[in-house]
């Protein structure tokens, strides 16, 4: 089995920063790095999170479907909410500006900000895999209405860090 090579920074292997270093491991993160690569990863980046969102939807949509076929009309309404809810998050990535222009045209982009953007990155996946193994693995039906509760609090928290983190990123590359 053969292993990945981490590029040194320059700066020792105990000064090598951590995130540098699982930047060069995570697929298209080197793109961002070079300018003329910036938009076209974006985009890629984009295009996971569209798929991870729509995982989810279908989920709900699921979960939706057999509420309904069991007449929890008040419930599924709920459900209803979070999976546009998810859907208007979706959108917010499909419709965004194709690229910030201070980020994307900038000759070089400072450590710190890439950084920050792939930490970012990391953690929003990281985030979407959680609510989708949550979906997954939460039973449904619930037994009663707290199980149910408690399932739509869990499923707000995710959309929530999910939100936050896609405001974060696009933040950072707003201000560069």
Same mark, same amino acid.
């Given at each position: 089995?053969?292993?990945?090579?981490?590029?040194?920074?320059?700066?020792?292997?105990?000064?090598?920063?951590?995130?540098?270093?699982?930047?060069?491991?995570?697929?298209?993160?080197?793109?961002?790095?070079?300018?003329?690569?910036?938009?076209?990863?974006?985009?890629?980046?984009?295009?996971?999170?569209?798929?991870?969102?729509?995982?989810?939807?279908?989920?709900?949509? %699921? #979960?939706? *479907? !057999?509420?309904? $076929?069991?007449?929890? @009309? /008040?419930?599924?309404? &709920?459900? %209803? #909410?979070? *999976? !546009?809810?998810? $859907?208007?998050?979706? @959108? /917010?990535?499909?419709? &965004?500006?194709?690229?910030?222009?201070?980020?994307?045209?900038?000759?070089?982009?400072?450590?710190?900000?890439?950084?920050?953007?792939?930490?970012?990155?990391?953690?929003?996946?990281?985030?979407?895999?959680?609510a989708v193994e949550r979906q997954r693995g939460i039973p449904f039906p619930p037994r009663n209405k707290a199980a149910l509760m408690e399932w739509m609090e869990a499923t707000d928290a995710d959309i929530e860090?999910?939100?936050?983190?896609?405001?974060?990123?696009?933040?950072?590359?707003?201000?560069?």
């Open positions: 089995m053969s292993q990945k090579m981490v590029p040194e920074s320059g700066k020792g292997a105990t000064g090598t920063r951590f995130l540098e270093n699982l930047a060069y491991l995570v697929p298209g993160y080197r793109g961002y790095k070079e300018k003329e690569l910036r938009r076209e990863e974006d985009a890629r980046l984009r295009s996971r999170v569209l798929a991870k969102l729509q995982v989810v939807r279908s989920l709900l949509a %699921d #979960r939706l *479907a !057999r509420l309904t $076929e069991q007449n929890l @009309d /008040a419930a599924a309404e &709920a459900i %209803d #909410r979070r *999976a !546009r809810r998810i $859907e208007s998050l979706a @959108d /917010a990535v499909r419709y &965004a500006p194709y690229g910030f222009s201070g980020f994307f045209d900038a000759e070089k982009v400072r450590e710190e900000t890439l950084e920050r953007v792939l930490e970012t990155d990391l953690l929003l996946f990281q985030d979407l895999d959680d860090r999910i939100e936050t983190r896609l405001l974060t990123r696009d933040k950072i590359l707003g201000d560069r």
